[in-house]
């Protein structure tokens, strides 16, 4: 069964840095692209991260691009998300998801249960 | 950046009844496009990939169809368990874009 246990989350103030990680099981986690994807309160989803299957590729959108950075340790099956100046609109719950690497597979399969990161003086 | 837009933003419905949730996208997508079911207070879960392919595990009477830059998701005779939020997303292209959601109510 494919599990997917984020942790790291809490309050922060703005400008401080915080990093999330994530608990692979149930699958070869080497094979796998994988993603965080956040959601403000009562908001949509919105992608931040994903990285290829070695680490080599990273991609970002505009809107955290140069201070997040998404990492993965293959040997321990983990996913990272470190943030950086955070600022009061990265307040959301950050799910960590499972991305095919094939085109055409790039789709989300399996996503992780979430952790609400708040930031707030 | 590719846009998606979903409408209806929000819907009601009775049990039995057949829904239709449509997703527009800015440019050609090439049914690069997935359906997510979100439950409240749960995380998301995939119900339809490359447009009309059907995830392990999810009933039949959701479908997906479409092309281009036009896509819709079916949920026939609509079950309770079928209240939730549901998302289109495209992965045609960087960076990845989901819609705006659709709130599914029973009536």
């Known amino acids: 069964e494919v599990q997917l246990v984020e942790s790291g989350g809490g309050l922060v103030q703005p400008g401080r840095s915080l990093k999330l990680s994530c608990a692979a099981s149930g699958f070869t986690f080497s094979n796998y692209y994988m993603a965080w994807v956040r959601q403000a309160p009562k908001k949509g989803l919105e992608w931040v991260a994903t990285i290829s299957t070695s680490g080599s590729r990273t991609y970002y959108p505009d809107s955290v691009k140069g201070r997040f950075t998404i990492s993965r340790d293959n040997a321990k099956s983990s996913l990272y998300l470190q943030m950086n100046s955070l600022k009061s609109e990265d307040t959301a719950t950050y799910y960590c998801?499972?991305?095919?690497?094939?085109?055409?597979?790039?789709?989300?399969?399996?996503w992780g249960q979430g952790v609400m990161v708040t930031v707030s003086s | 950046d590719i846009r998606m837009t979903q409408s209806p933003a929000s819907l009601s419905a009775s049990l039995g009844e057949t829904v239709n949730i449509e997703c527009l996208a800015s440019e050609d997508i090439y049914s690069d496009l997935a359906w997510y079911q979100q439950k409240p207070g749960k995380s998301p879960q995939l119900l339809i990939y490359n447009a009309n392919s059907l995830q392990n595990g999810v009933p039949s009477r959701f479908s997906g169809s479409g092309s281009g830059t036009q896509y819709s998701l079916k949920i026939n005779s609509l079950q309770s368990e079928d209240v939730a939020t549901y998302f289109c997303q495209q992965y045609n292209n960087y960076p990845r874009t989901f819609g705006g959601g659709t709130k599914l109510e029973l009536k």
């Open positions: 998801a499972r991305q095919g690497k094939l085109p055409g597979y790039n789709y989300f399969d399996y």
